[in-house]
């Protein structure tokens, strides 16, 4: 019922505002705001009414759109694993944007609400396609810079043509099974050659949507390119479709060849992990620095997912929707200070902690759990990452750690750059601290990041059992 409404409320906001006169600039904001605060409270109803204890799937929502001749059987559900990807995040870019592009956002959300929800290969290949548009269409036509349309056809080709494989293997499946029903497919028992070669064909979706190592390129450029909602998407959510696919379809259909091709990730991740970092530290655009953070962040989840054991995955899980919040604040707080002076580039900025105390305080919080300090959200999943790692190979893990000392160098050189030092009266002309709404947005993403750091508990029980029963055939 809950989940049924969220989709139709979704659709419903989308038809509302596609109708709307978008220069009614007030109508289409609260219009807007109130979609997604409807969608956010059933949201966390959701939440409220799940029940933690039972590891099968929930809210289930099943149709059949078939005739005589096809008889295609669609169902949606919600687990542990599904249940914290898609709730917050919109509310907050709807709360910052009011214009034509509140209606991508819309579109943004309802196909995530289908990809995290939908039991179903076909459709889940569906929408894990078709969210392209909308975000092409958001950094191509909404982007800054002269180079936002080469980042906008980085974006779509890195990740389309890593799916054509992805494709052909669900072709393959239903060709010889019969059936592209989750549930069915987890108790069917594929051969040693079969889960190779649809390893290696999953493997490349999702890889390029993490990204791992070498394919990240499209991400520095698309996320300077893009708008700050645009930026604070893809760090928030749409980084997660690699992670979710790989637990929910490469690990849980075929374990073997997951464990199998685990060192060639191994290494993949190590490299991205070690590569983004030192990248990150010589670069000068504000933003191609926290996505660097991003593409080793992410490396070092794809370690936890690929270490076989519950502190491993259930860290990796923690750690990508954290990663969500902090390098989505950070790239909010990097959006209110280029609306200010109308540039990204570190050498213009120095001295803001005299001009904006309360943005050089938020900063702080952000770069502090962009760290993984203890007691902020990043802790918890780094620690219980690189535990899983551990019990997997010493050496490896030793070598992770690395990223840690480097994104230490990195942050915190960013935040002395920017906050201390003297104040550049040629460039900084504007001395106005962040506003109320800006406060607002800030503040909640800060909340989330703490109560996470301080009560990881309450977040990891949602999908304990829900990774026990998926991953069994690991413990």
Same mark, same amino acid.
């Given at each position: 019922m809950l989940l049924t409404l969220t989709f139709s409320i979704t659709l419903l906001a989308i038809i509302t505002i596609f109708f709307i006169n978008h220069n009614n600039y007030f109508l289409?904001?609260?219009?807007s705001?109130?979609?997604s605060g409807l969608t956010l409270v059933l949201s966390t109803l959701i939440i409220f009414f799940f029940n933690k204890n039972y590891y099968h799937f929930q809210n289930v929502v099943s149709f059949n759109v078939g $005739?005589?001749?096809? %008889?295609?059987f669609f169902v949606f559900g919600l687990d542990g694993i599904s249940l914290f990807f898609f709730f917050? &995040?919109?509310? &907050?870019?709807?709360?910052?944007?009011f214009k034509q592009i509140v209606l991508l956002l819309f579109v943004i959300q309802f196909f995530l609400l289908i990809i995290f929800s939908i039991l179903d290969l076909f459709l889940f290949y569906i929408f894990f396609e078709a969210i392209l548009m909308p975000m092409y269409i958001l950094i191509g036509f909404s982007g800054s810079r002269s180079r936002k349309v080469r980042a906008a056809y980085l974006f779509f080709f890195y990740t389309l043509? /890593? $799916? &054509?494989f992805m494709l052909a293997g669900i072709i393959y499946i239903y060709i010889n099974v019969?059936?592209? %029903?989750l549930e069915y497919l987890l108790n069917w028992n594929f051969s040693w050659i079969e889960q190779n070669f649809l390893w290696l064909a999953f493997f490349l979706a999702f890889a390029s949507k993490i990204p791992l190592f070498p394919f990240h390129i499209w991400l520095p450029e698309a996320h300077v390119e893009a708008p700050t909602v645009g930026s604070v998407l893809l760090a928030g959510i749409l980084l997660k479709l690699g992670v979710y696919g790989f637990i929910r379809f490469s690990i849980t259909l075929f374990p073997e060849a997951s464990l199998f091709f685990s060192p060639f990730v191994y290494l993949l991740s190590i490299l991205g992990v070690l590569y983004a970092s030192i990248t990150a530290i010589r670069q000068t655009d504000l933003k191609r620095i926290i996505a660097y953070s991003s593409v080793a962040h992410m490396n070092l989840v794809s370690l936890g997912l690929f270490s076989f054991n519950l502190l491993g995955l259930e860290g990796a &899980?923690?750690? $990508?929707i954290s990663h969500g919040f902090v390098s989505g604040g950070i790239f909010l707080l990097i959006g209110i200070i280029y609306d200010r002076y109308h540039t990204r580039f570190l050498y213009y900025y120095g001295g803001l902690v005299h001009l904006m105390p309360i943005y050089s305080t938020f900063l702080l919080l952000f770069i502090l759990a962009n760290i993984a300090l203890p007691g902020t959200s990043s802790f918890v999943g780094e620690f219980l990452l690189l535990c899983g790692v551990f019990k997997v190979n010493v050496l490896l893990c030793v070598v992770s750690t690395i990223s840690v000392i480097l994104g /230490?160098?990195?942050s915190l050189w960013l935040y002395n750059r920017i906050v201390f030092g003297n104040i550049k009266f040629n460039y900084t002309i504007k001395f106005s601290d962040m506003d109320l709404r800006e406060t607002i947005i800030i503040f909640s993403l800060t909340i989330f990041i703490l109560l996470i750091g301080i009560n990881p508990t309450f977040f990891l029980s949602f999908f304990h059992l829900a990774i026990y029963n998926l991953s069994f055939d690991f413990f």
């Open positions: 289409v904001r609260y219009c705001l109130f979609f $005739s005589d001749l096809v %008889n295609t917050f &995040i919109f509310f &907050i870019c709807k709360y910052l944007y043509c /890593g $799916s &054509i019969g059936s592209l %029903n &899980i923690l750690q $990508s /230490g160098a990195y």
